[in-house]
């Protein structure tokens, strides 16, 4: 495993700085938002400005990158994305902010695609199983680690901004001093969702419907814990047990619905998502229970997106993969551009429980849909030709690193359980 990942240390070093700052920011300005007196929509269109601008850079990613190239083009995004960290603090106005997390969330997709376009050039065909599951697992810990940021000083003053701030400018540095070789950008080709639909419609409503409930855990998770009480640090134990239920739950349930009907898992675990959910409100009374009841729904919610993914792959031939995967990730990103936006208007509506009811609703709409289906369309769904791979939502570049059947997973699941288990100690 050391010489697999030896050679490409240089990005996993990179991203890894790039969440941990992206990370505390997202966290951060919930905590200094509510400081400043912002409701809990308007800090619901903040957050959605993040998720809309990963949507457009998504689109502007790869002509830039062949226009000047990967360094200049990392260079220049961290440097947008660090000035803009800074901003969030300098200029404390609401629209400004949605304008900044628009920015930000650009650039950072930009970066994500260099990185991720680099370790696909960088992974030899019959590896790229253990790549993929080693990227998830930096991505999974360093968001975790970076909740754990806010403990060192107040989101009042501008450490923390300023430290999000250095995290993402010392991104540049590994990625700038590697010695490997740019690779050739390839178009990512996209499949129309309507085809997709006829073919696995629930992988389609569970990438909008995960997008709903996910962009509002990641934009308002951190707003509800602070109005139910939490102290800085508790908002940040709040987030961090959401990730590490995630990433202990994601290959329990993802190696399940291998050997299940993919539709019936999800319609199981969006089931237990939505009774976790409401379990989140009377355990907002007590700082550990609410830790737990977060915990169990990310592990929940955190595996219905990659299940999706899994069972829209049992659908498509080789070719058609990498495409039909890009499709329903702008899918799930569209719905997670929505989410903090609608949750935030909800909970200024009738108070910060809306959150978990809002969870609540948007996986029993997804369990009903895929419970009819299934008595809809009762083919036979117990041959799968994908296996199950954890993730978090990233850019349709990654999925080039997607492993395909022929790759065992069995090492991968040890590693990824052995940092979980590491994490949460």
């Not at 990310?298 to 792959?313: E, K």
């Not at 809002?358 to 009903?368: D, E, H, I, V």
Request: glycine share 8%; proline share 4%.
């Amino acid at each position: 495993m050391l010489q697999l990942i030896a050679p490409i240390g240089s990005l996993l070093t990179g991203v890894s700085l790039l969440l941990l700052g992206s990370g505390l920011l997202n966290t951060l300005l919930a905590i200094r938002g509510g400081a400043a007196g912002y409701d809990s929509s308007t800090m619901g269109l903040i957050m959605s400005g993040y998720f809309v601008g990963f949507f457009v850079g998504t689109f502007i990613a790869l002509p830039m990158i062949r226009r000047v190239g990967h360094i200049r083009v990392f260079a220049l995004c961290a440097a947008v994305a660090s000035v803009s960290v800074m901003l969030h603090q300098l200029i404390i106005n609401p629209w400004v902010w949605v304008g900044l997390r628009v920015l930000t969330g650009i650039s950072l997709v930009i970066l994500y695609t260099v990185i991720e376009s680099w370790l696909n050039a960088q992974t030899p065909a019959n590896q790229r199983g253990k790549v993929f599951a080693v990227y998830m697992v930096v991505n999974l810990a360093a968001l975790t680690l970076a909740q754990q940021l806010m403990r060192f000083d107040s989101a009042e003053s501008y450490i923390l901004f300023a430290l999000a701030s250095m995290l993402v400018t010392l991104s540049l540095v590994p990625v700038a001093w590697t010695r490997l070789t740019p690779p050739e950008v390839q178009t990512v080709k996209r499949l129309r969702i309507p085809f997709l639909w006829r073919i696995a419609p629930v992988a389609v409503a569970a990438s909008l419907l995960s997008g709903l409930a996910m962009g509002a855990f990641w934009g308002m998770g951190a707003v509800y814990a602070g109005k139910v009480g939490l102290d800085d640090a508790g908002i940040a134990s709040f987030m961090s047990a959401g990730i590490l239920g995630g990433a202990l739950l994601q290959y329990p349930l993802g190696r399940y619905s291998d050997s299940s009907d993919r539709r019936k898992v999800i319609a199981i675990t969006c089931a237990l998502a939505a009774a976790a959910a409401l379990l989140l409100i009377p355990a907002g009374l007590n700082s550990t229970t609410l830790l737990l009841a977060i915990a169990l729904y990310g592990g929940l919610a955190f595996a219905i997106y990659p299940v999706a993914v899994a069972h829209l792959i049992d659908h498509l031939d080789g070719p058609d993969i990498i495409a039909g995967g890009s499709a329903v990730l702008l899918l799930h990103g569209v719905g997670a551009a929505i989410g903090p936006a609608l949750a935030g208007q909800l909970m200024t509506a009738t108070g910060p429980n809306a959150l978990p009811v809002y969870f609540c609703f948007m996986q029993l709409l997804l369990a009903g849909f895929a419970i009819w289906k299934i008595y809809a369309r009762n083919e036979d769904e117990y041959e799968h030709p994908a296996q199950f791979v954890a993730m978090v939502r990233t850019t349709p570049t990654a999925l080039e690193m997607y492993p395909d059947e022929s790759e065992a997973v069995s090492e991968v699941d040890d590693s990824l359980s052995s940092q979980a288990r590491e994490n949460a100690a």
